[in-house]
């Protein structure tokens, strides 16, 4: 699973970025970067959830919230790319 800085030390099943090293040799850095690279997806993902207002206020079994997102994105992405 990767997870940012704040799972150090959280476990092997945890992968979290380099730190704290004054000149990174390049394999640290393209680490780094490709950790980076495969977070960013999830985490624009989790960003426009927080946004959602429907969310914020929803009342129901977490299997209906799931269902409610996946209908939400179709909506967007269609109407996005439409």
């Known amino acids: ?19 704290r090293h004054r000149e990174q040799t390049a394999h640290y850095q393209h680490f780094n970067r490709d950790h980076a690279r495969l977070r960013a997806p999830g985490e624009r993902a989790f960003a426009q959830l927080k946004s959602w207002r429907l969310l914020r206020r929803a009342r129901c079994s977490t299997r209906r919230i799931g269902t409610i997102v996946q209908a939400v994105h179709t909506l967007l992405t269609c109407s996005s790319s439409g």
Do not use: H, I, K, V
């Open 1 to 19: 699973m990767l997870a940012d800085r704040a799972y150090r030390g959280a476990g092997a099943t945890f992968r979290t970025p380099y730190y």
